[in-house]
């Protein structure tokens, strides 16, 4: 299974998405078992990432979260727009990782001779 759902790149088509066509987000089956009986479990709120304009960093966004009738466990998948495990934006990300990869430092008191 896929954790992140293509295509919903902003908060407002993932708001949308979650009121109006929340099928985007079911998964196929269950990740654990593969049982296809996966069913709406209610959500969490995860909150938007730090580089986003101050008026989105303080949206709290909810995230659908799936139940499988077989196994009893839980899944959830995010918009493209969420990194899973992270706070910063992907843009974010790839700069720093540029940063580290061309041998700069992520630490501010580094001095590279």
Not at 8 to 21: F, G, K, P, R
Request: net charge positive.
């Amino acid at each position: 299974m896929h954790r992140m759902v293509a295509g919903i790149l902003s908060l407002s088509q993932h708001l949308s998405a979650v009121h109006s066509t929340p099928d985007v987000y079911r998964p196929a089956c269950c990740p654990s078992c593969g049982l296809g009986r996966v069913w709406h479990h209610g959500h969490y709120i995860r909150k938007s990432d730090r580089s986003a304009a101050p008026e989105q960093a303080r949206c709290l966004v909810p995230i659908l979260r799936f139940r499988c009738a077989g196994c009893g466990r839980t899944c959830s998948r995010l918009p493209a727009f969420l990194s899973p495990r992270r706070w910063y934006a992907w843009a974010v990300q790839q700069v720093a990782m540029l940063c580290v990869l061309l041998g700069g430092s992520l630490c501010p008191n580094h001095v590279r001779n």
